[in-house]
């Protein structure tokens, strides 16, 4: 049974509204740091950090590290998984010692 009539355009609805629920699925997770406030690289549609891709590990941890400078902590994608990458090292004590039960 055709929606509109013609068979092209339904199919071209069809293809529409699937490349829009795979850009939706591939983009849910990229608000996650935003929504919490927290600064972070602005990912990529599909491989969230290219960086990770292109550096060897050596040069994307000084990618990362320099990327904030003033910044406590701060948020990245590999891939699709938001990654918190912490830098202070009294933020990182308190999180080992005092806050760790929660990480259980």
């Known amino acids: ?19 829009y629920l795979v850009y939706h699925y591939l983009n849910n997770t990229y608000s996650y740091f935003r929504d919490r406030n927290i600064p972070y690289l602005r990912p990529t549609l599909v491989f ?6 292109t550096k060897s590990q050596i040069d994307l941890t000084n990618f990362l590290y320099s990327s904030f400078p003033k910044e406590r902590f701060f948020g990245y994608f590999q891939s699709r998984m938001p990654t918190l990458l912490v830098k202070d090292p009294e933020l990182i004590k308190r999180i ?6 929660h990480f259980q």
Not at 1 to 19: E, H, I, Y
Not at 48 to 53: H, V
Request: proline share 3%; glycine share 6%; no cysteine.
């Open 1 to 19: 049974m055709a929606v509109t009539g013609s068979w092209l355009m339904d199919f071209l609805l069809v293809v529409a509204t699937l490349l």
């Open 96 to 101: 080992l010692i005092q806050d760790f039960n």
């Open 48 to 53: 969230g950090l290219p960086e990770a891709i």
